[in-house]
């Protein structure tokens, strides 16, 4: 552990954005072990003072480098978009940083000599074999780092989802089949619609929480009952129906999808012969939809994120709300509707950022570290190959 004077664990956070919002909303209200936000860093100068000031960084900064060049920094946060990640994952660890990583791990983002748009133009195969390539780079420095890489999966960290594992050590359940979705009316973020900066369209950007949390079940399933689980298949269709609607039609949906898909259907195999399918699309209205679904040989369990129905509330007009935050992706908060209540709990965020700082502090393994991220996005591009090659096929 390196703390400062006085004997802090200093972050540094890079990114100003929506992934920014849940990890500091997070920090800012955890108080087990003391924090300073040192420094905020991000491209666009008004973005990043205003985070800056709502959140108490010491120093903001329009130069990543400068979190990485300051030795009292202990933590690395990245919750930029997923192009960045790779370079500035390898330059946090070799500057003897521990990095936290906002998800996907990586992706492929395109290449001298590509045919634009890539998502269109590139075949996924090829994607593939470039990514599994990366994740060795990546996978090589993390090792030789002595540094903790922690994945911001917040579905693991999930009060429904850690219930489940706990549930699956001590019945030692088998899981027959899993069923995860997320879903909602598209991104808030500009560059969702385009391969070369997200690395694909709904499925990495909101599949990989579903499809996280049920491979980390099953890995849970797995230690209580002592046997290996693997991934032994995938079979994947990807879909792009939103180009295809009207003006009119295309009114209540934000997805813009360029060269990406807009929905995605996922079967895994396991090497058990048990059966996971992962949904993710961004043609639902009325707010953000997730959830896990395990059928076990003697259970039944059942974990919803969102939407809750801990509260509900009607309005007839939006008077003096301008501040009160309902729930996400809902264009109004008239009518019938249910808010989140605590939801940087519900949703994880707030065990999520616990175990990242305390792993750091007290010298231990996080429990969703680089083998998730690794084998997250490792079977991700194996659906899109599976997609384009019309058959299942092994990650």
Known sequence: MCVNKKGEICLGMIGAGRATELHMNALTRYTGVPLCFKW?????????NMMK?????????LDYHDILNDPEVDIVDICTPPYAHTQMIIEAMRAGKHVICEKPLTGYFGEEGDERPIGINVSKVHMYEKLCESLEEVKKVVDESGKKFMYAENFVYAPAVRKAAEILTKKKSKILYAKGEESLKGSSSPVAGEWDKTGGGTFIRTGAHPLSAILWLKQIESEARSEEITVKSVFADMGHITPSLSDYDHRHIAARPHDVEDNGTVIITFSDDSKAVVIAT????????NYLELYCNDAVINCTLTLSNLMSTYFLDEDNLDDVYISEMLPLKTGWNNPFVEDEIIRGYMDELRDFVESVYFDREPKSGFKLAYDSIKIIYAAYKSAELGKAVEP
């Open 53 to 61: 000031e709502r959140y108490g960084f010491v120093n903001s900064s």
């Open 40 to 48: 905020i860093a991000a491209h666009r100068y008004e973005q990043v």
């Open 282 to 289: 961004d043609v639902l209205l009325g707010g953000s939809k």
